[in-house]
């Protein structure tokens, strides 16, 4: 198996889920670890030793009657880079692109992940098109992907007509400007009709109004 295979394994993306969702240095038993990651002890445990070996992660010895741990290593060289990956993929993009593919497709047009604090909170930004998506199912949804993944979200519905015509003093114009933005709905990612431009609706308005002036055939 290749270092890339092996980093990319379901396992590795697994446990790195867990890991990376998790505030910084939290540590796990590697019990858990296996359970919070729906894997088997012994295929976590293993998998475990190739993380160590890699320097990915690294074991806290155990203290009086507590288990050995597993965290992160933030000294690892490739850390941050890693991070970046897992979060753009399979730690973070993936579970939001698909709950939002799924439970708002007639309303999403666009979404990024704009990006984390300290705690681990990821902020989004979601834009809407004609349909505005309920905001009670919104929060539900958000508060129960937030669960499984363990790390809290924020979560900001704007209308796609102020995202494209955001000014530079939009509070949020900034935090699009980072580069630890990415997008993970793009338009044309999902059945969300676009709003109706201003000009297209003076247009619709006059076609209606010529129609009702005609005389009756």
Do not use: W
């Not at 160590?52 to 203290?63: D, E, L, N, P």
């Not at 309920?134 to 993944?149: H, N, R, T, V």
Request: charged share 25%; proline share 6%.
């Amino acid at each position: 198996m290749s270092a890339a295979d092996f980093l990319f394994s379901p396992e590795v993306q697994k446990l790195l889920t867990v890991l990376y969702a998790a505030p910084a240095d939290e540590q796990f038993p590697t019990a858990e670890l296996a359970r919070r990651a729906r894997l088997a002890e012994p295929e976590a445990t293993a998998t475990v030793g190739h993380l160590v070996s890699s320097g990915i992660v690294k074991r806290q010895a155990a203290k009086a009657e507590q288990p050995e741990t597993i965290r992160i290593d933030r000294s690892f060289v490739f850390h941050d880079q890693l991070r970046s990956i897992a979060l753009r993929s399979f730690a973070a993009a993936e579970p939001i692109r698909s709950m939002l593919r799924s439970r708002f497709k007639d309303s999403v047009v666009r979404a990024f992940v704009l990006g984390e604090d300290e705690q681990g909170t990821l902020e989004l930004l979601v834009a809407h098109g004609q349909l505005v998506p309920d905001e009670a199912a919104m929060a539900a949804a958000c508060q129960k992907l937030s669960k499984s993944m363990g790390r809290h979200l924020k979560v900001h519905v704007v209308p796609l007509t102020r995202l494209n015509g955001m000014p530079p003093r939009d509070p949020l114009a900034s935090k699009l400007a980072a580069a630890t933005v990415h997008e993970i709905i793009a338009l044309g990612d999902t059945k969300a009709a676009l709003p109706v431009e201003r000009g297209g609706l003076l247009q619709a308005a006059r076609k209606r109004l010529a129609t009702l002036g005609r005389p009756p055939a």
